[in-house]
């Protein structure tokens, strides 16, 4: 069994910067891919990025590109979401995911998330 535990969130100002964490109980992440998801009030959960754990290939959803980047820590099994030019859009519950395997965009996919952590973007 895979927990994931989520941190990070916060309030930030349009425009500034955040980096959430996920980390595993009991395991590492090799194996595995790992996503990052949002949802918003009223909304559905949509997908942000994943990331390959072992190849380190990402995808990323259209509305984060060139702002949001995934990455990994082999050593220290955390995954990362570094959040640059925040905006007020983004403001959502943010979950990380894991699945064995490769990446996917669909949260179905997914077997293991994490708790959740709040973003919030002020304008």
């Known amino acids: 069994q895979v927990q994931l535990v989520n941190s990070g969130g916060g309030l930030v100002q349009a425009g500034g910067s955040l980096r959430l964490s996920c980390a595993a109980s009991?395991?590492?992440?090799?194996?595995?891919?790992m996503g990052w998801f949002r949802q918003a009030p009223g909304k559905e959960r949509e997908f942000v990025a994943a990331?390959?754990?072992?190849?380190?290939?990402?995808v990323y959803a259209d509305s984060v590109k060139g702002r949001f980047t995934i990455s990994r820590d082999n050593a220290n099994n955390p995954v990362y979401l570094q959040m640059n030019s925040l905006k007020p859009e983004d403001t959502a519950i943010y979950y990380c995911?894991?699945?064995?395997?490769?990446?996917?965009?669909?949260?179905?996919?997914?077997?293991?998330w994490g708790q959740g952590t709040q973003v919030t973007v002020s304008s």
């Open positions: 995911a894991a699945r064995k395997g490769t990446l996917r965009i669909g949260a179905l996919e997914y077997e293991y």
């Open positions: 009991g395991r590492t992440f090799s194996g595995y891919a």
């Open positions: 990331i390959n754990w072992s190849s380190g290939s990402a």
